[in-house]
T-cell receptor, first 115, second 114 residues
């Protein structure tokens, strides 16, 4: 497909376990973004990548959260020692370049439930 | 701090009636404004965006939005709503922080009655 894809679509885990969420951006898009959508916080920015570099990690809620991007393509968001408050939908988006005004195209999200 | 307010959590509109979803922003500079729609189980789809120029912006699916600087508003409109428009709508401001960070409103859920 030509859009942003994310896997898994749903993930149920136990408190304290680590999880990895994957994002495949649109081919050729240099910018990649992670957002979190939760009932209490709405849609919030987590981190973005320009190529493989993450210049702004200010949105990551704690040091249990990390992300990487390899080959300027696939990105993985890792949450260590998950907590119940991590339950949310994690959305990935990509854009052609990192410029204000560029359209960010969103994937369908990964719904994470921490029991 | 920059923020986006969508005062209506839920709106119900009859099919065929007109629609207006409200959005107010707080941002010091000229804003970059967006409206996204999210259908159940789907990601966000861009409806339209505004950067400068004509304050009335046309988007996909028959939607339009008008930027009013004096009111700090960017309301979304559609003259005739279809049942398939039932979804959640998000207004967002694009902040120029060296990259484009989107700050979203809390969303408005649109219900369409027959």
């Amino acid at each position: 497909g030509a859009g942003v894809s994310q896997s898994p679509s749903n993930k149920v885990t136990e408190k304290g376990k680590d999880v990895e969420l994957r994002c495949d951006p649109i081919s050729g898009h240099t910018a990649l973004y992670w957002y979190r959508q939760s009932l209490g916080q709405g849609l919030e920015f987590l981190i973005y990548f320009q190529g493989n570099s993450a210049p702004d990690k200010s949105g990551l809620p704690s040091d249990r959260f990390s992300a990487e991007r390899t080959g300027g393509s696939v990105s993985t968001l890792t949450i260590q020692r998950t907590q119940q408050e991590d339950s949310a939908v994690y959305l990935c988006a990509s854009s052609l370049v990192v410029l204000v005004g560029e359209t960010q195209y969103f994937g369908p999200g990964t719904r994470l439930l921490v029991l | 701090a920059q923020s986006v307010t969508q005062p209506d959590i839920h709106i119900t509109v009859s099919e065929g009636a007109s629609l207006e979803l409200r959005c107010n922003y707080s941002y010091g500079a000229t804003p970059y404004l967006f409206w996204y729609v999210q259908s159940p189980g789907q990601g966000l789809q861009l409806l339209l965006k505004y950067f400068s120029g004509d304050t009335l912006v046309q988007g996909i699916k028959g939607f339009e939005a008008e930027f009013k600087r004096s009111q700090s508003s960017f309301n979304l409109r559609k003259p005739s709503v279809h049942w398939s428009d039932a979804a959640e709508y998000f207004c967002a401001v694009g902040l120029n922080t060296g990259f484009q960070k989107l700050v979203f409103g809390t969303g408005t859920r649109l219900l369409v009655s027959p």
